[in-house]
């Protein structure tokens, strides 16, 4: 099975989806359509009463939901509930919304877009640079982030290459790398920028991006010179990869005598920007 994560807009909010390419289905997170639709802060427990409710009914909708992972607040892949097009179509009549017709409309969008993209992949980073103009980004930011996906990638497809699993492996060699070059593990990045939920990525400024780049791309390619064997040959690669960044944040810093790692997040650039305009 052949899977990709995306994040996709409805309405300025972040909805978690997973196109399947064996199946040829999109799976939703059914957390995050609940947000959306309610804009309750307790999405989980409004789902947990929500199944109990229906399987009082004698809906058999919730029986069928599985789960998949897809990136948490905390960066990592977890296993969450998810829904088909046709699951998440009758769990919103369940939901009374005034966004329920129009997120069906968004629903049925994602699913031409995707097809579309199939014949076009060009078409599925106009989506992303659509998405990230609708959020208020610039284009020069918008640009730096399409590459760093690029990158990122190209890092991720090296460690399939060698067997590494997604998730924890994942996750801890990009915890090696960010606290190599930042001096911050993801979550003590996020801390330290106030997110919660948000992606630390798309919270960065154009240095940061920029750096993290050069970090990711450079632990790829020592990767591919080295060819590592073990996890820990891996671990090590991605603290020299890493480190090329750091020296140079340490060069650039002492060049201008600022900072690279920053608290502002893109909750404060973001309507700096629209005031100005």
Known sequence: ????????????????????????????????????????????????????????EGSEVSEKIGQLKMPAADGKMRLTDVADTEQLFRLIQSIPSPKAEPFKLWMAQVARERLDQMQDPELGIEQALTDYKRLGYSESWINQRLKSIEIRKELTDEWRKHGLQEGVQFATLTDIIYRTWAGKSAKEYKRFKGLKKENLRDNMTNKELVLNMLAELSTKEISEARNPRTFGQHAEVARRGGSVAREARERLEQETGQPVVSTLNAKQVLPLKSEEK
């Open 1 to 56: 099975m052949t899977q990709q994560n995306t994040i996709r807009i409805f309405e300025e909010r972040r909805v978690r989806t997973l196109w399947d390419d064996v199946e040829e289905k999109w799976y939703f997170s059914i957390i995050d359509t609940i947000e959306v639709l309610t804009g309750t802060d307790r999405p989980r427990k409004y789902w947990n009463d929500l199944k109990k409710k229906l399987q009082t």
